[in-house]
Structure formats: structure tokens, C-alpha cells
């Protein structure tokens, strides 16, 4: 369907009120009327634009991707040379974003997840593409960190990169529960301390210098 200016603006509206309202209130709480008050539009645009609740959730779904991966993608660690800083400074700037409401730092996809796995599988299947395909971006620079300095124990780029984003989503729920970002920085210091201790940079580095002398 080829959309005009008015109408696509109309549809792009909807989708940051959706995304805004559900991570206010959950997706179950959330109605189309809610939707549509946060947008300033009526049911017929709604209507117009998405057949129910859930195709509208799936779509937003996407944006939030969509808008996720642009901020991920320009933000000023991806201009660092080094691989292990990259991803340390990937975790700083994760707790950078613990900023306003509650609402406006936790995630769309791990809101959603909790609600709908047993009963929605096409969100539930979204959500899980979201996550893990935002994991998956960390994944070149940890495998390069592994490479390029010696790592502990017996795991994979994959199991760090899905980790880094359970201590995420997990820091999120402590913050609903207490009201506040502070636990959420706490477990990303953590986060930061764990993922520093899986490599032997210092021991590289002292290698290097000694071959270098």
C-alpha cells in the first residue's frame, strides 16, 4: 500500500505512541485507545493503518529496532580501534542511557516478552529477534577481543554477547521493582568488571612490551 505524506506520518505517530504507552503500561494494559489519545488520532486512523492490537505491537516491534540500531550504530564507540575497548565502552554507554523515566530507559522488547511468551508467539518470536539481534552486533568485536588477547574459560562470542543482554534486561526488572535506575547501574558496573576479567589484556600487553625490549 503506498501511503501519502499525511498518512505515513499518521502511521510513524502511532508507532512512537505505541512504543511509548507500552513500555508505560505493558502491552496487556495497553488499549488501542490509549494508542490513539498518545498519537492525537482517532480509531479510524488506527484502523487504517493496522488490523489490531497485536499487528500494530509487532510493528512497533520493528521500529523500535529500526530506531535502536541507528542510535547503536552511529554511537562513539564504534569509533574506538580496539576491540575489548569497544565493547567496555558498548557497556558504558548502556548506563549513559539510564536517564528519565523508568519508561523511557527499559526496553520495548524485554516489556513485551514477559507478557506475551506464552500466549502471543508471533510477539514472543519478535521480541527474541530483537534481542538477540541486537546481541549479535557485539558479537565481531568479542570474537576480535578473543583473538587479540587471551580470554578465560571455555565460552563463545555468542554466549557473551546474549549475556551482556540478560544482565540488561535483567537490570531493567530491578529498576521497575525499586523505582529507579540505581540497581540497573550497579549491575551494569558489574557487567563492565566481569566482562574485563574474561581477558588477559594486561598480560598481552606485557608480553608485547618485553618482545619489543
Given at each position: 500500500?503506498?501511503?501519502?505524506?499525511?498518512?505515513?506520518?499518521?502511521?510513524?505517530?502511532?508507532?512512537?505512541?505505541?512504543?511509548?504507552?507500552?513500555?508505560?503500561?505493558?502491552?496487556?494494559?495497553?488499549?488501542?485507545?490509549?494508542?490513539?489519545?498518545a498519537?492525537?488520532l482517532?480509531?479510524?486512523?488506527?484502523?487504517?493503518?493496522?488490523?489490531?492490537?497485536?499487528?500494530?505491537?509487532?510493528?512497533?516491534?520493528?521500529?523500535?529496532?529500526?530506531?535502536?540500531?541507528?542510535?547503536?550504530?552511529?554511537?562513539?564507540?564504534?569509533?574506538?580501534?580496539?576491540p575489548?575497548?569497544?565493547?567496555?565502552?558498548?557497556?558504558?554507554?548502556?548506563?549513559?542511557?539510564?536517564?528519565?523515566?523508568?519508561?523511557?530507559?527499559?526496553?520495548?522488547?524485554?516489556?513485551?516478552?514477559?507478557?506475551?511468551?506464552?500466549?502471543?508467539?508471533?510477539?514472543?518470536?519478535?521480541?527474541?529477534?530483537?534481542?538477540?539481534g541486537?546481541?549479535?552486533?557485539?558479537?565481531p568485536?568479542?570474537?576480535?577481543?578473543?583473538?587479540k588477547?587471551?580470554?578465560?574459560?571455555?565460552?563463545?562470542?555468542?554466549?557473551?554477547?546474549?549475556?551482556t543482554?540478560?544482565?540488561?534486561?535483567?537490570?531493567?526488572?530491578?529498576?521497575?521493582?525499586?523505582g529507579?535506575?540505581?540497581?540497573?547501574?550497579?549491575?551494569?558496573?558489574?557487567?563492565?568488571?566481569?566482562?574485563?576479567?574474561?581477558?588477559?589484556?594486561?598480560?598481552?600487553?606485557?608480553?608485547?612490551?618485553?618482545?619489543?625490549?
Amino acid at each position: 500500500m503506498q501511503l501519502t505524506q499525511n498518512q505515513h506520518e499518521s502511521k510513524n505517530r502511532l508507532l512512537k505512541a505505541a512504543v511509548r504507552v507500552i513500555r508505560e503500561k505493558g502491552y496487556q494494559a495497553t488499549r488501542v485507545e490509549d494508542v490513539c489519545a498518545a498519537a492525537g488520532l482517532t480509531k479510524g486512523s488506527f484502523f487504517y493503518h493496522f488490523k489490531s492490537k497485536e499487528e500494530l505491537a509487532l510493528t512497533a516491534a520493528e521500529h523500535w529496532n529500526e530506531v535502536t540500531g541507528a542510535l547503536f550504530a552511529s554511537a562513539p564507540y564504534r569509533a574506538l580501534e580496539d576491540p575489548l575497548d569497544r565493547l567496555l565502552a558498548y557497556i558504558d554507554f548502556r548506563k549513559s542511557l539510564l536517564r528519565g523515566t523508568l519508561a523511557e530507559f527499559t526496553c520495548l522488547a524485554g516489556t513485551m516478552v514477559q507478557e506475551v511468551y506464552a500466549t502471543h508467539p508471533l510477539l514472543r518470536e519478535a521480541c527474541e529477534q530483537s534481542i538477540s539481534g541486537h546481541a549479535a552486533t557485539l558479537e565481531p568485536d568479542i570474537a576480535a577481543a578473543m583473538k587479540k588477547y587471551i580470554a578465560h574459560g571455555n565460552w563463545t562470542p555468542l554466549s557473551l554477547a546474549l549475556y551482556t543482554q540478560a544482565v540488561l534486561q535483567g537490570a531493567f526488572i530491578l529498576a521497575k521493582a525499586r523505582g529507579g535506575p540505581e540497581v540497573a547501574e550497579m549491575m551494569i558496573d558489574h557487567l563492565r568488571r566481569y566482562v574485563e576479567l574474561l581477558f588477559h589484556r594486561n598480560d598481552v600487553l606485557e608480553q608485547s612490551q618485553g618482545w619489543a625490549t
